[in-house]
């Protein structure tokens, strides 16, 4: 396999609204992140992921884009934008942007001037369809956000297609001049030196309407071999897709070198299992470790040889990951740690979510009111019309609503955590004052210093990073355990995933095998005895000695 610079990399995800407020307007802005950037220096992160920061209405905090060539003014101004780029590659960080390009604004010009006529030059820009019987939409298909995915414009007398918001019609990506578009306004951006895309639900944009497909559309690889021939191919720049829908099978058509097509993707299998098959995430599952385990092996020895795992745990779309699959209470410190080491120790390339490095908790406002996902009130008005109780529906929102990422950032225990000297455009977390980066500098034995240990231990260990992954205990209900070997090296890796102490025995190949421990997150460093008891939420990485090999 041919080495990347993106392969050892950790990359970061800041969702700017929320994460530092310069100005004092209860926004975070281009300022903050800048002001910031010796914060994420220290923890080693290689990436900023950013998400949207382009000019837009803002119905779904930016990613409804009204101009991709400018700044949102309450994110600030372009020229700050390459502030941002320059100050910190002079930190050897690289930002990448979010390409938002399934969907526009409906303030995006291009629309403005798409609906004012049948005859537009812009009109094929979109997706347009006579009403159907009645006047009724022309098909029953849904908007992930809630109600039909098409919308009636009456000006023109048709509907526009629009898989999210009613305020984000979906570009026509079966028209020529829709890609020239969107390839000029990319090879813009990476003239401006950013460091390369993640693609925003990039596996819709093949979509054919009116066969009902929407993922994986016929024309979705042509289009994106197209699109990497045209801008980034050539650039040493990582691309990542947001691939809901992806297989292991069709991880590879995206992330296989050879295709020339991206980097890697985000699939959500390990997200998507804790989901209830009719209600969705509305209506949460237990977690079911043994199964987690067997998607997680699963992409790690499907894409052993061809392709590339992306390995995250949250974003600005999902739960906190302490929250959703270790312990927020007594044992959340032990778990967040755990949960670090057990993903960064995976074959791929790891994301974290600003915040996770704290282990930042999700929240539970006490009104609906409080609540600013689109998403969530979407869901939440017509699940209520629909006669699911309103406790029923705030505790799906409690488990897996957007807004549990998108409360500020905890930068220290001051008012509003730092975060903004005015009032927040959200609630901040009210545990901020225990959980905050300024206390987390501080203590040695932090959540943050046990990421900066992990990033940095990547950076020693090859086989981290290229080796080959082994699971272990497959069908343990409390251990995600696995082997990564490279050549003679080797490392152990073993998690408790539960709060409650595990013994068992070690297959007889590792018992009494001498080693390093690298990372561990309790005083006493383990070591591999025949006989294993580990503590609630115990997790270590152990590097063996060649000579026990």
Avoid at 206 to 235: S, W
Avoid at 262 to 286: C, N, Y
Wanted: glycine share 8%.
């Amino acid at each position: 396999m041919e080495t990347k610079w993106w392969h050892d990399a950790v990359v970061y995800q800041i969702y700017p609204r929320s994460f530092c407020d310069a100005n004092g307007d209860g926004i975070g802005d281009l300022a903050g992140i800048i002001g910031k950037l010796d914060y994420l220096k220290t923890l080693g992160v290689e990436v900023i992921w950013l998400s949207p920061v382009f000019k837009s209405p803002m119905d779904d905090n930016g990613y409804d884009i009204s101009d991709y060539c400018d700044i949102a003014p309450e994110f600030g101004t372009l020229a700050e934008m390459d502030t941002l780029i320059a100050e910190a590659q002079e930190r050897g960080i690289r930002i990448v942007i979010d390409l938002v390009v399934n969907h526009t604004s409906d303030e995006h010009p291009w629309f403005v001037e798409a609906r004012k006529s049948k005859d537009n030059p812009y009109r094929d820009y979109y997706i347009w369809r006579a009403p159907g019987e009645g006047g009724a939409p022309p098909d029953v298909q849904r908007a992930a956000f809630g109600g039909s995915a098409w919308e009636f414009d009456a000006a023109t007398g048709e509907y526009y297609y629009h898989l999210f918001s009613k305020r984000q019609p979906d570009l026509n990506w079966a028209n020529p001049k829709v890609q020239a578009e969107v390839h000029r306004m990319m090879n813009w951006w990476l003239d401006r030196d950013i460091g390369g895309f993640r693609m925003d639900v990039i596996d819709l944009i093949g979509k054919d309407v009116d066969r009902g497909i929407t993922t994986n559309g016929p024309r979705l690889h042509e289009l994106l071999r197209e699109m990497n021939a045209a801008t980034f191919g050539h650039r040493d720049v990582l691309t990542v897709g947001e691939t809901w829908s992806a297989t292991p099978a069709i991880a590879k058509l995206y992330s296989d070198p050879a295709r020339r097509e991206l980097s890697m993707v985000f699939q959500f299998e390990h997200v998507t299992i804790t989901h209830d098959p009719e209600h969705g995430k509305w209506k949460p599952r237990a977690f079911d470790l043994v199964e987690f385990k067997r998607v997680m092996t699963k992409w790690q020895t499907e894409l052993a040889d061809s392709g590339w795992n992306s390995l995250f745990w949250c974003n600005h779309d999902l739960p906190r990951a302490v929250s959703k699959y270790g312990d927020d209470g007594r044992y959340r410190v032990e778990s967040a740690k755990m949960l670090a080491t057990a993903l960064h120790c995976l074959k791929g390339t790891p994301y974290v979510y600003q915040g996770e490095e704290l282990g930042m908790t999700n929240v539970r406002f006490d009104s609906i009111e409080a609540y600013r996902d689109i998403e969530s009130l979407g869901h939440y008005r017509e699940r209520i019309a629909a006669g699911v109780a309103h406790e029923a529906m705030m505790e799906g929102i409690y488990a897996n609503g957007r807004d549990n990422a998108r409360t500020p950032m905890h930068w220290d225990a001051s008012p509003n955590a730092g975060f903004t000297r005015g009032e927040p455009w959200i609630p901040v977390n009210p545990n901020y004052v225990g959980i905050n980066a300024e206390a987390a500098l501080a203590d040695p034995d932090s959540v943050f210093h046990h990421y900066r240990r992990l990033i940095s231990i990547r950076k020693a260990h090859p086989v981290i990073v290229y080796g080959d992954y082994l699971p272990l205990f497959d069908d343990h209900p409390q251990l995600f355990a696995y082997e990564r070997r490279l050549g003679d090296e080797r490392i152990v890796v073993i998690n408790n995933f539960s709060g409650e102490t595990v013994e068992l025995d070690l297959p007889p190949e590792l018992q009494g095998v001498a080693g390093d421990c690298l990372i561990h997150n309790y005083d006493v460093p383990p070591r591999l005895d025949a006989r294993l008891a580990l503590k609630p939420y115990e997790s270590f990485a152990i590097a063996v000695r060649a000579s026990a090999n």
